[in-house]
């Protein structure tokens, strides 16, 4: 496994999670039913995501895309590196994680742990369709 905390580096070195101060919060939501809302929801519920997650929850084949517009947006996502065992005969592969930390869940107050919920929702409801 790699060294995780310097997956991260690029944020360090921009003072904070690139550049975004938890002083001043710039959070961002999309609709909670759109793909983007379901990740922000997860996110913001504690799970963390990777890009088979996200592929089998959501459809999403893009899962570092949207964590991107997130991060421009003000969400301090946090990318770690992971080792997982693929189906080639268990061969060891490192993927991407993501999460907020307790930090952000908590910057987020109410209005996230609502957002959450509402996304959550929209997520059974879409698998129930």
């Keep these: 496994m790699l060294n995780a905390p310097l997956a991260n580096e690029k944020a360090a070195l921009a ?28 996110l913001l519920r504690g799970d963390r995501l990777t890009q088979l997650d996200a592929l089998h929850r ?4 893009r899962l570092a895309a949207d964590v991107e517009v997130l991060r421009r947006h003000g ?13 080639d005969a268990g061969r060891r592969a490192c993927v991407a994680e993501y999460k907020l930390e307790p930090a952000g869940i ?3 107050g ?10 959550l929702v929209a997520e059974i409801e879409r698998k129930a369709a």
């Design 75 to 87: 969400w301090p996502i946090r990318t770690d590196e992971i080792e997982v065992r693929t189906s």
């Design 110 to 119: 109410e209005e996230g742990q609502r957002y959450g919920t509402a996304a």
């Design 58 to 61: 959501f459809g999403n084949f």
């Design 106 to 108: 908590a910057m987020a």
């Design 15 to 42: 003072g904070g999670f690139l550049g975004h101060s938890f002083n001043a919060p710039a959070f961002y939501y999309p609709k909670p039913a759109s793909v983007r809302g379901r990740i922000l929801g997860a």
